[in-house]
């Protein structure tokens, strides 16, 4: 398939007419095989834009196009080729591992659902866990749990919010170089929310920065760090966040 | 069709896996029809004990009526505790940005009702025919049309009780206990509706489950198949369903709109 994997243009969400807009003017094309990455401070409308890619929310305004696929018409068709990771979005605590991933493989319509999941478990180091409820694991298990998820689909686009947030360094580490690989092996596309700069810094082609809903600036992190003269992202997330 | 079906067996795999991990949940699907029917037997026992002929079958009536009510309660909770599982788990936000389409939802929560009310009610079937030998499978085949319309009537009720927890959060979730419940004068599981007030009947009649149980006594006391009744009651049955459904349906994209399948078990 050509094209893009996501246009979005003009998105917008206002939720009360008497509030500002959460998100304003969105705009943006996320080439296939990219990594970009989504960044702003707390409610800047990062989960805002995303559960509106993901179809969760209806957009006031604007459209979004996930592999061709409108998805204020054709959400379903779309979804099915995407997937999605969040820590704030749980697993069923009590179904095993290997429970949680069968559940997600029929949603899915994954083909040869057994062979996936081995496949899964074995490059996410969770073969020893998968018959362990998924409650009874630790937050780093949990996160290549969820992530194991997101892949089941072999997915084009994937969304991922936070991937690596309560994470310790090696975990962390760990779960960039698998994303890295899933997206050199597939050519899919990635859009990540962080506020872990070097994460960013690391995965993302290209970043864009939102501040109350809006992108106040984007480019490549090396570009960006260039342009505002700073040592890293983070001092330039700083200097937008600061700005008046 | 088959990804459709495939979808609809996921989310039925993921309940019946949580089934399977916690034993507590199956005795309490067992529980209160047990309870029900224990409590109502003893009734029934005294009652024909106490009379001869009417208050034996009256008797019988009665034990039919908790039967087949508790059929009705269990469906609608099952489909609604069903969808509250998503919510408690927090995992309603991997349900919503699946493939699975709302009807596949609603489907594969109806299957797990029924599956929930066989749990349920069976046993305490089986009770009341080695309590109190009474044998509700003594009404013949029209007790599958009964337990049916009874079934569909909780679903049309969990899909408004799911509207409403769609439209108003987790604060909502006592309805899935509570709502039926209300019903159950109106249901005229005990008596004919006959007996309400005049002004009462239209509103009986409305429901289903009236109908349901105006043929049940026409089957025990009068050994008769009540055609009419049971062809309203399944009428009334799609009527419910599709305004339930259209609710339900009305509901989700409102959620879509306000954000709030974002922190809906808030």
Not at chain 2, 33 to 44: A, E, H, K, S, Y
Not at chain 2, 190 to 218: I, K
């Amino acid at each position: 398939m050509n094209g893009p994997a996501l246009v979005v243009e003009g998105l917008a969400k206002r939720f009360a007419p008497d509030r500002p807009p959460a998100v304003e003017d969105l705009t943006f094309t996320l080439p296939r095989g990219a990594t970009w990455g989504l960044l702003g401070g707390n409610g800047a409308g990062k989960t805002t834009t995303i559960a509106m890619l993901l179809g969760l929310l209806v957009p006031s305004a604007g459209r979004i196009l996930a592999l061709g696929h409108d998805m204020a018409k054709d959400r379903f068709a779309a979804l099915a080729r995407m997937n999605f990771s969040s820590p704030y979005i749980a697993l069923p605590h009590r179904l095993s591992v290997r429970e949680n991933l069968e559940v997600y493989a029929h949603l899915y319509n994954v083909p040869r659902m057994r062979r996936r999941i081995a496949e899964l478990a074995e490059e996410m180091a969770l073969t020893e866990f998968l018959d362990r409820p998924a409650g009874e694991l630790s937050a780093g298990q949990k996160t290549r749990v969820a992530l194991a998820k997101a892949l089941l689909n072999r997915p084009e686009l994937l969304l991922l919010d936070e991937p690596t947030a309560s994470l310790d360094p090696d975990t962390a580490d760990w779960v960039r170089g698998r994303l890295e690989a899933y997206r050199a092996e597939s050519g899919a596309a990635i859009l990540l929310a962080s506020h872990n700069m070097a994460e960013v810094e690391r995965l993302c082609a290209h970043v864009l920065m939102l501040k109350r809903g809006r992108v106040v600036d984007q480019g490549a992190p090396a570009d960006l760090v260039r342009r505002y003269g700073r040592a890293d992202l983070e001092q330039v997330f700083l200097a937008i966040a600061r700005a008046a | 069709m088959r990804a459709s079906l495939r979808r609809i067996w996921g989310l039925i795999f993921r309940h019946l896996a949580l089934y399977r991990r916690s034993p507590p949940r199956v005795v309490e699907l067992m529980y209160w029809p047990i309870l029900q029917m224990v409590v109502w037997g003893f009734v029934t026992a005294y009652l024909a004990g106490a009379g001869q002929g009417v208050a034996s079958v009256a008797a019988g009536v009665l034990l039919g009526g908790v039967l087949l009510w508790e059929a009705a309660l269990r469906s609608q909770m099952g489909f609604s505790i069903s969808f509250l599982e998503e919510i408690w788990s927090r995992n309603l936000g991997h349900i919503f940005v699946s493939p699975l389409r709302p009807a596949e939802l609603v489907a594969g929560l109806a299957a797990m009702s029924m599956l929930r009310t066989l749990i349920g009610v069976l046993p305490a079937m089986l009770l009341a025919w080695l309590l109190y030998a009474f044998d509700i499978l003594a009404m013949g085949p029209v007790l599958v049309a009964f337990f049916a319309a009874l079934l569909a009537m909780g679903w049309a009720v969990a899909l408004g009780v799911t509207a409403m927890i769609l439209r108003w959060g987790a604060g909502a979730e006592a309805l899935a206990w509570s709502v039926l419940f209300g019903l159950t004068p109106f249901a005229c599981v005990f008596y004919p509706v006959a007996v309400l007030p005049a002004w009462l009947q239209p509103v009986a009649l409305m429901l289903p489950a009236a109908h349901v149980f105006e043929g049940m006594r026409a089957a025990l006391l009068e050994g008769r198949v009540d055609g009419g009744h049971l062809a309203a009651a399944f009428v009334l049955d799609a009527l419910w369903l599709a305004a339930m459904g259209a609710l339900f349906l009305r509901q989700f994209e409102a959620a879509r709109i306000r954000g709030s399948l974002l922190n809906i078990g808030e």
